[in-house]
Structures are given as structure tokens and as C-alpha cells.
Nanobody, 124 residues
Framework: QVQLVESGGGLVQAGGSLRLSCVAS????????IAWFRQAPGKEREFVAA????????STADSVKGRFTISRDNNKNTVYLQMNTLKPEDTAVYYC?????????????????WGQGTQVTVSS
């Protein structure tokens, strides 16, 4: 079992930055691949970024590539999403999710555990 708690969301102007954190409970955190997804009102939940259990392999969606960076610190049971050059279209609730597999997943149903989400709002 893994419990996930996101933080770091808020209101920011376009062009600004935020860093989201996802803190996990459980002794086997390092065995899970972790991803960030987001969901805007009226839209489906979409993949943002993922990191493998070791932190060596990452993947980011084309819509955020070059602006968002995912990383993890297994000593702190924490995954980060650094978001730079934010745009109004990045406005959404951001969720972190854990997958009990060493490989990355790119769709929501590949993930077993979810946090409650944190709101990110980017004003123009």
C-alpha cells in the first residue's frame, strides 16, 4: 500500500514557476514508478510526466516538454514536478500516481494509487 499527498499548487501568472511535491508513505516507495497527471474542468485526465523507480528514466508529455521536469528523491519518499514558463492552458488539478511496476505507464488505468490532487491556476 502507498499513500500519496501532493502539495505546492497555487495561483501564478503566466510565465511563472511552481514546484509540486508528492510525498509517499510506505517502506517500498522506491519500487514504484511515479507519474503526474492533470485534469482540467470538462476534460479527461491526461499524462504529464513519469519517473522510473530509480529516477534514471523519465518521460514528459509533448505539451510540457522543455518546461516541466520530473525528479524523485527516494531517501525522502518524494517526487517533484518543476514547472517553468507556465501557461494558462496548464491550469488543472494535478495528481500524482504510483504504479507497482518498475516501468513507466502513460495512462491512468496503469496506476494503482492516487493522491487527492493539488490545484494549479495560471492567470494570463
Amino acid at each position: 500500500q502507498v499513500q500519496l499527498v501532493e502539495s505546492g499548487g497555487g495561483l501564478v501568472q503566466a510565465g511563472g514557476s511552481l514546484r509540486l511535491s508528492c510525498v509517499a508513505s510506505g517502506r517500498t516507495f522506491s519500487r514504484y514508478a511515479i507519474a503526474w497527471f492533470r485534469q482540467a474542468p470538462g476534460k479527461e485526465r491526461e499524462f504529464v510526466a513519469a519517473v522510473s523507480w530509480s529516477g534514471v528514466t523519465t518521460s514528459t508529455a509533448d505539451s510540457v516538454k522543455g518546461r516541466f521536469t520530473i525528479s524523485r528523491d527516494n531517501n525522502k519518499n518524494t517526487v517533484y514536478l518543476q514547472m517553468n514558463t507556465l501557461k494558462p492552458e496548464d491550469t488543472a488539478v494535478y495528481y500524482c500516481a504510483a504504479r507497482s511496476d518498475y516501468g513507466l505507464g502513460f495512462v491512468p488505468n496503469e496506476y494503482d494509487y492516487w493522491g487527492q490532487g493539488t490545484q494549479v491556476t495560471v492567470s494570463s
